[in-house]
């Protein structure tokens, strides 16, 4: 089974609503589309069936198809970032 990752991207609003219409024509989710869309961009054109998109799709969790929206650090959290990263260049240089 491939590992799944997930990719935030920003695309124009009139696209991603023609990627929705045609998962919902094609019976897939909304990152289902992209992928098999993503994956036949590099099969060159004669290769590209959909038995061979279908294999990969199954694998993909279609349950959560909403955008994660990463928030920023807060100051605190960079500062106590900082302080990590300075304490373990300080104990690798005492090894």
Do not use: Y
Not at 54 to 69: F, G, K, L, N
Request: net charge positive; glycine share 2%.
């Amino acid at each position: 089974m491939s590992e799944i990752s997930t990719l935030t991207i920003k695309i124009p609003l009139e696209l991603k609503e023609k990627i929705r219409a045609s998962a919902l024509e094609n019976e897939l989710s909304l990152s289902a589309e992209v992928c098999k869309r993503l994956e036949s961009s590099f099969q060159p054109p004669a290769k590209t069936s959909k038995k061979h998109a279908a294999v990969h799709h199954d694998e993909i969790d279609s349950q959560s198809t909403e955008e994660e929206i990463e928030q920023p650090l807060s100051q605190k959290e960079l500062k106590k970032l900082r302080q990590l990263l300075k304490d373990g260049v300080k104990s690798s240089k005492k090894k």
